[in-house]
C-alpha cells in the first residue's frame, strides 16, 4: 500500500497552522492593534496627523527617518510618547514630544518651519514705531529724531512710498501706539492715554496730519472716531474730515447714542446706562473706566491712566467680561463671517497675554527682560515676540513646551509688524537705524 511522504502528510496541516497563526495577526493589524515589544502586550494603535509649512518637510519619529513628508498620516502608530521630528533644508527645524492614545488621533497640524534668512535693511529712517492696516496694504510709522517726532506712512516693496509729516509735539514721552480703524484707511496715534497728544492721519493725503484734543478715543465704526476728555465728547468723522465737540453734562465722563457714563454719590461710583428699550444700568469697579472700542455685544474699557484693560457683554445681565493688564490689544484678524471670538494680545512687562473678552486671560510667556512688541502669524497658532535684541516666533501649542524660534538679533528693536508675509522690524544695528525685512516662509 502507498505511503505519502513524511513531509506530504504534514504539508497540509502546516498551512492550516499558518493559516491560523497569521489570519488573527493579519485581522488585528488591520484593525488597529500591534504587539507592543516594550510593554509585551497587544495594544491598538493610535494615528498621528502631521501637516503645516513649508510643505515636503521630512519626518523622523523616535530619531528615525521615516521617508514621509509633509502633509502626513501615520495610521499604527503604538501608544505612548514619540518624540517627532520634522526639517526642510533652508528652515529651522520642529520637534516635540507628542503623546499616542490608543483609537484617538494626535494632530499636529500647525508646524511652522521658519526660513533661516538674515533680515534686509529696506527703509533707513529712526523708525520707532510701526503698524499694518488690517487689509496689509499700508504700514503706518512714527520716526524720533534727536529734536522732532514724524508720523508718516509707507507701502514696502514700492519706491518713494514712504512719506511722513512732523508733530508739534517734542515731548520725548510721546505714545508709540498706533490703531487703524477697520476699513484701513486712517489711525490714530494714542488715544488711549488722557495725559498724552493724540493725532490722527489718513492715509489718503500722505502730507498731513491733525491733532485731536487730548482723551480717550476708539473707534466706534469703520468712518467714526469718538473720545471724551470728561468735559466735552468730540467726535471724527473721517469721510467728511468733520470734527465736532460736544459739552458734556455735570458729572457726565462719556455719552454717545447707545451709552453714556456717569459718576455719582461719595465716595464717587460710576455707572454705565446701554439705552434700549429696558434701559440696564451696571456700576463699575472704579471711575477711571472709559470705552474704547465696540464689537458685536462686547464694549471694551481702559482705565485712562494705567494699562488695564476690561470688557462688558453688554447682553448679559452679569455683564462683566473679564480684564487683563497690558499695553494694547493686538487682535487676530479674522475672515468675514467666522464666529471666531476675539483674541488679543497684551504685553506687560516680559509677559505675553492672549485674552478673549468673555473668557480669563492666558499667560503664554514670561521672561526677565521687557518685551517690546508683539504681531500674529496669521493663522493664530504662532506669535512673533521682540525683547530689546532678540525676534523670536513662539508656538502657542502648550504639548512639550512651547517651541521658541530665535528670528534675529539686533543692538535695539523698537518695533515689529507683520506684512504679506513678512517680518518688518524698527531697529538700530550699530549706528544705522532703520526697518529690516525679515522673510519668514
Avoid at 139 to 165: D, F, N, V
Avoid at 423 to 429: C, D, E, R, W
Amino acid at each position: 500500500m502507498y505511503k505519502p511522504p513524511f513531509l506530504r502528510r504534514i504539508l497540509p496541516w502546516l498551512y492550516a497552522l499558518v493559516f491560523l497563526t497569521v489570519a488573527p495577526i493579519l485581522i488585528l493589524y488591520t484593525a488597529g492593534y500591534t504587539y507592543n515589544l516594550k510593554k509585551r502586550v497587544v495594544e491598538r494603535n493610535g494615528v498621528l496627523i502631521i501637516d503645516g509649512l513649508p510643505k515636503a518637510a521630512r519626518i523622523s519619529i523616535d530619531g528615525v527617518d521615516t521617508g514621509k513628508t509633509t502633509p502626513y498620516t501615520f495610521q499604527t502608530l503604538s501608544p505612548g510618547g514619540h518624540t517627532v521630528t520634522v526639517k526642510k533644508e533652508g528652515y529651522s527645524a520642529w520637534e516635540k514630544q507628542l503623546t499616542i492614545h490608543p483609537e484617538q488621533v494626535t494632530f499636529a497640524n500647525d508646524v511652522r518651519l521658519w526660513a533661516t534668512r538674515e533680515p534686509a535693511l529696506v527703509l533707513k529712517e529712526p523708525i520707532i514705531s510701526l503698524l499694518s492696516n488690517p487689509d496689509e496694504t499700508w504700514l503706518a510709522t512714527i520716526a524720533a529724531s534727536s529734536t522732532t517726532y514724524e508720523i508718516g506712512q509707507w507701502r514696502p516693496g514700492r519706491s518713494g512710498s514712504y512719506s511722513h509729516h512732523p508733530l508739534p509735539d517734542t515731548n520725548p514721552d510721546v505714545s508709540k501706539i498706533i490703531r487703524w480703524n477697520l476699513e484701513g484707511t486712517s489711525f490714530v496715534l494714542n488715544g488711549i492715554e488722557s495725559a498724552s497728544p493724540t493725532y490722527w492721519k489718513s492715509v489718503e493725503e500722505a502730507n498731513s496730519v491733525d491733532q485731536l484734543p487730548k482723551g480717550i478715543y476708539g473707534w466706534t465704526s469703520a468712518d467714526t472716531l469718538v473720545g471724551t476728555d470728561d468735559v466735552a465728547m468730540t467726535r471724527l468723522q473721517v469721510l467728511s474730515h468733520r470734527l465736532s465737540r460736544q459739552q458734556l453734562l455735570p458729572n457726565t465722563v462719556f455719552q454717545n447714542q447707545d451709552i453714556t457714563l456717569q459718576t455719582t454719590g461719595t465716595p464717587a461710583i460710576l455707572l454705565l446706562t446701554k439705552r434700549s428699550l429696558q434701559d440696564k444700568i451696571y456700576q463699575l469697579s472704579h471711575t477711571a473706566w472709559r470705552p474704547v472700542e465696540l464689537f458685536e455685544n462686547i464694549l471694551l474699557l481702559k482705565d485712562k491712566t494705567l494699562p488695564h484693560w476690561m470688557a462688558l457683554n453688554l447682553s448679559e445681565s452679569r455683564a462683566y467680561a473679564g480684564d487683563v493688564w497690558g499695553d494694547k490689544p493686538r487682535w487676530l484678524p479674522t475672515e468675514d463671517g467666522t464666529e471666531q471670538p476675539r483674541a488679543g494680545v497684551f504685553l506687560h512687562g516680559g509677559e505675553a497675554w492672549i485674552w478673549t473678552p468673555t473668557q480669563d486671560p492666558k499667560l503664554v510667556w514670561r521672561q526677565a527682560e521687557p518685551l517690546v512688541d508683539a504681531a500674529w502669524a496669521a493663522e493664530g497658532g504662532h506669535l512673533f515676540l521682540a525683547d530689546k535684541t532678540h525676534v523670536f516666533a513662539l508656538e502657542l501649542d502648550e504639548r512639550d513646551g512651547r517651541e521658541t524660534t530665535l528670528l534675529a538679533t539686533f543692538d535695539e528693536i523698537r518695533s515689529l509688524t507683520l506684512f504679506r508675509k513678512r517680518l518688518y522690524i524698527a531697529a538700530k544695528h550699530g549706528s544705522q537705524a532703520g526697518v529690516w525685512e525679515r522673510i519668514i516662509e
